[in-house]
């Protein structure tokens, strides 16, 4: 037997990491990067932030 669940197509509260990607796309949002490693390098600095930041991600 097959069980269809029907989700919404954008749902951060079913997929939490919507919430950190969504953080990081915004900021980086006017970043004009010219080499692909430096944009590397911001995003990995920007999710370093959420394993190191005192307070968990909520939502705006």
Do not use: I
Not at 1 to 25: C, G, I, Q, R
Not at 31 to 37: F, G, I, S
Not at 39 to 48: D, P, Y
Request: aromatic share 8%; no cysteine; glycine share 2%.
């Amino acid at each position: 037997m097959l069980t269809v669940f029907l989700l919404p197509t954008y749902s951060p509260d079913l997929n939490p990491v919507e919430w950190v990607w969504a953080h990081v796309k915004r900021s980086l949002a006017n970043l004009a990067v010219v080499a692909l490693d430096r944009l590397e390098a911001l995003v990995r600095n920007r999710l370093s932030a959420f394993s190191t930041g005192p307070a968990p991600l909520t939502a705006s």
